[in-house]
């Protein structure tokens, strides 16, 4: 199986703005990435990571700008034929992600094995189904199902909070810190972020 995890390398996570600067972020990015990679490989698999930039990693990155639609549906092209091939795609902004969560998602036999994201977005995927191709605008995964049925491929969903665990806004910070103890939560620790309990809610706040 072919596994790929897209990455966008220039001006990544600008919703992370207000906490964190360009340089930042685009190291917080590497520093989610080396946690996908690590479970991903750990997982026995080895990921072609793809950056629309260069990126610091420690697997082999190869360079696209282009848009994550047309890069991902030329992958699904080439690589899911009519006769074998299937192609699985995990975000690179899923600090949570371990080797079981990898391996939940690459277990199901469906056509189509789509991974939800918390804000109906679609954070990974399996397809061995060649007329299968995605869009990730708007709520990409109820456009993800009904894409499969259209086609005539079996779906299956893998309900996994770490899978659905993606990192946008300032608030995402404390789940990294809550529950990974990997590169990502390594670097906000660094960076002066720590978990703080305001009104029964926790989030992170920068001490330094």
């Not at 605008?137 to 770490?162: L, N």
């Not at 993606?166 to 002066?192: F, M, N, R, Y």
Request: contains cysteine.
């Amino acid at each position: 199986m072919r596994l790929v995890v897209p990455v966008s390398g220039s001006d990544p996570k600008t919703r992370l703005a207000s906490v964190l600067s360009p340089d930042e972020r685009r190291d917080f990015t590497e520093a989610m990435l080396a946690d996908v990679v690590d479970a991903v490989t750990s997982a026995g698999h080895e990921p072609e990571v793809i950056s629309t930039a260069p990126l610091d990693c420690a697997v082999p990155v190869t360079v696209d700008d282009r848009g994550l639609d047309p890069l991902v549906n030329d992958l699904l092209a080439s690589t899911v034929t009519d006769d074998e091939g299937a192609l699985a795609v995990v975000m690179a902004d899923l600090p949570l992600v371990t080797r079981e969560s990898i391996e939940r998602l690459l277990a199901p036999e469906a056509d189509v094995v789509l991974a939800p994201g918390l804000g109906g977005g679609t954070n990974a995927f399996v397809c061995r189904h060649p007329e299968f191709r995605v869009d990730y605008h708007g709520a990409s995964i109820r456009d993800h199902r009904e894409t499969a049925r259209d086609v005539g491929a079996s779906v299956t969903e893998v309900d996994s909070r770490r899978l659905a665990t993606d990192i946008d806004e300032p608030g995402d910070l404390a789940e990294v810190l809550l529950h990974s103890d990997g590169a990502a939560a390594d670097w906000l620790k660094q960076s002066g972020f720590e978990l703080t309990a305001t009104g029964g809610r926790v989030d992170v706040e920068r001490f330094r």
